[in-house]
């Protein structure tokens, strides 16, 4: 995708948060406890739980609702037991489509996900069949601002494990391997440097264009009911072209 695609999709799901932020911090609570349960709740010493916090962070999450949850994944408070799904499909127009879900009941998760797929001229594949088509990298977006010395940003970053730095009329995405994410997070924030949007995310290596006016309502629709469902964290798809819509 170009810079200007990365951005304006930066910021139309920026504003989608700031309208359902009580949904979005359900969401993280939910992935922060189990990263938690799963590796520990020291956040240095547990790379899954380091990016959930970097991610709450970047969201403006209260820091009590991020302890709240670490205790929840570690026993100290009572909660839900989540268990994390993966779920791969085509969107109309053949779109790669992948879904990241936390659940407590995985037949209602999946039952959802079919629905939303099949409501919107996609289909629910089997593990693996879109999966190839990306590649896990830490995702970085930082604003330009009139205080901002762009050198200095690149050495911060480079010299920190950071893998490429992309400049846009925005700002700048800065990508990691998945293991330099949390260090490079560090260093920028060391440096005084405000994440716009920092997480671990599916880059895809194709990419598909929607010609028709039915198909991009449909792709659009199918996002906002992904988007919508509490069982799911994330979304990835290898369409370009929403920020135009």
């Known amino acids: 995708m170009s810079g200007h695609s990365k951005w304006s999709t930066i910021k ?13 911090f359900t969401k993280l ?12 709740s020291d956040p240095d010493m547990n790379a899954k739980l380091k990016e959930a916090i ?26 839900s037991v989540y268990e994390e799904i993966t779920y791969e499909g085509y969107g109309p127009g053949g779109v790669a489509v992948i879904v990241e879900t936390l659940t407590d009941n995985k037949n209602r998760t999946a039952g959802d996900v079919r629905h939303a797929f099949d409501k919107n001229g996609g289909n629910l594949g089997t593990s693996g069949c879109v999966g190839f088509l990306f590649t896990k990298k830490g995702q ?15 050495m911060v ?4 494990g950071a893998e490429d ?27 005084g440097y405000e994440l716009v949007s920092a997480e671990i995310a599916m ?7 929607l010609t ?16 919508d469902n509490e069982d799911i964290q994330s979304v990835w798809h290898n369409w370009v072209g929403e920020e135009d819509e």
């Open 12 to 24: 139309h799901k920026k504003g989608k948060a700031d309208a359902k932020r009580g949904q979005i």
């Open 29 to 40: 609570a939910k992935y922060i406890a189990v990263a938690s349960r799963e590796g520990g």
């Open 54 to 79: 970097i991610k709450a962070k970047a969201a403006n999450m209260p820091n009590d609702n991020i302890d709240r949850a670490i205790k929840k994944g570690a026993g100290e408070l009572q909660g």
């Open 140 to 154: 970085i977006f930082i604003e330009k601002n009139d205080d901002l010395d762009e050198e200095s940003l690149m």
């Open 157 to 160: 970053a480079l010299d920190a």
């Open 165 to 191: 730095i992309e400049t846009a009329d925005e700002g700048y995405e800065i990508s990691t391997e998945p293991a330099d994410f949390g260090s490079v997070c560090d260093a920028l924030k060391e440096n």
């Open 203 to 209: 880059i895809p290596s194709t990419e598909v264009e």
């Open 212 to 227: 028709e006016a039915g198909d991009v309502k449909k792709m659009l629709k199918m996002i906002d009911m992904f988007d």
